[in-house]
């Protein structure tokens, strides 16, 4: 049996702009933003044996790490939802993204 809890907040009052948290049974957590896994302060997925999974708008991207790590230390590098094989490539492609949208 599936146990669900659902927290929504709407910004600014409006009901478009939906944030939500749901809880499943054996802690594991998942935040949306307007239906698509979304958090930009940490993981958008974890489960409680320390699996992670980082999404943006739906696509798995973080600019600070791996996007996916696995609770045996494998980790998977992705940006705006593309897969990076190796770490090094990632963190050049990355500095060119941050370049292109000013970001620091």
């Given amino acids: 049996m599936k ?3 659902k927290f929504k907040r709407y910004i600014n009052n409006d009901p ?3 944030k939500e948290i749901r809880f499943y049974h054996f ?3 998942c935040w949306f933003l307007n239906g698509n896994r979304h958090r930009e302060d940490g993981p958008a997925l974890t489960y409680s044996n ?3 999974e980082w999404f943006l708008n ?3 991207h973080r600019e600070d ?3 996916v790590q696995y609770i045996d230390g494998t980790k998977k ?3 705006e939802g593309k897969e990076y094989r190796y770490e ?3 963190w050049e492609v990355l500095e060119k993204y941050k370049r292109e949208k000013n970001i620091k």
Avoid: S, V
């Fill in 65 to 67: 790490g791996p996007a």
């Fill in 58 to 60: 739906g696509k798995l």
């Fill in 27 to 29: 802690g594991t957590k």
């Fill in 16 to 18: 478009f702009q939906r």
């Fill in 88 to 90: 090094k490539e990632y």
């Fill in 3 to 5: 146990t669900e809890i």
């Fill in 77 to 79: 590098w992705h940006l």
């Fill in 50 to 52: 320390g699996y992670k």
